[in-house]
């Protein structure tokens, strides 16, 4: 997934950027509206509002005008009028500094979730990579049309992955969201899912490990 972040202060965007790589996104940084606007077309943009040469509403209203690419305004101010303003602008969520890295992720991931079900049509609980499809309400999973058969935690492990196939989800959140858990022995656990998913999937190239980071699901070539 492409991200542009638009952010002149380089203390917040240096790591910003490097904490994102990390987490598996091309990054592309720029620090002022006009580079923003001349920027190639990415997947979602990090957009700060106090930038050098223009306000970052009028950046967001330009965008705008010849693009529906989805946009999370970054920024100090935390004024509802300030908030109105920029989604009434076409803004997709708003995040007021300083914010936690998790939080951005976590909003960044939903924002794509729902603007990629919008395009396409699709319902927001149903997740769809390449020939497998999850629906959440039912928790079935489907490849090529024929059901697998999982264990509870197996299905919530897959559709942790599926929500963002192609980006890395490292361990430490996998813990966390499917075992409700912080504790690191637990890695094991995750690897023996992955095993089984593995060989439910009829292709070990469905799940990726990246090593020292966490786990990324790829529909094979």
Not at 49 to 63: S, T
Not at 88 to 116: C, M, N, Q
């Amino acid at each position: 997934m492409r991200l542009l972040i638009v952010e002149d202060e380089d203390a917040i965007a240096i790591p910003l950027v490097e904490g994102l790589r990390r987490e598996g996104f091309e990054v592309t940084r720029v620090a002022t509206g006009a580079e923003a606007l001349a920027a190639p077309e990415t997947d979602l943009v990090l957009l700060d509002l106090r930038l050098p040469d223009m306000d970052g509403f009028e950046v967001c209203r330009r965008i705008r005008v010849n693009s529906d690419v989805p946009i999370i305004m970054v920024t100090a101010r935390g004024e509802e009028v300030d908030r109105v303003v920029g989604l009434e602008l076409g803004a997709d969520d708003y995040l007021v500094k300083p914010f936690g890295f998790r939080e951005l992720l976590a909003r960044i991931r939903a924002v794509s979730r729902r603007t990629s079900t919008r395009e396409a049509g699709r319902d927001p609980e149903t997740l769809v990579a390449g020939a497998l499809e999850i629906d959440l309400r039912s928790r079935r999973a489907l490849l090529d049309g024929n059901e697998l058969s999982l264990t509870p935690k197996e299905f919530e492990l897959l559709a942790l992955l599926a929500r963002d196939p192609g980006t890395v989800v490292d361990r430490q959140r996998i813990l966390r969201e499917v075992w409700n858990t912080t504790w690191y022995g637990g890695a094991k656990t995750i690897d023996v899912h992955v095993g089984a998913l593995r060989r439910k999937l009829g292709d070990p190239a469905w799940i990726e490990t990246v090593r020292g980071v966490g786990l990324r699901l790829e529909p094979p070539a």
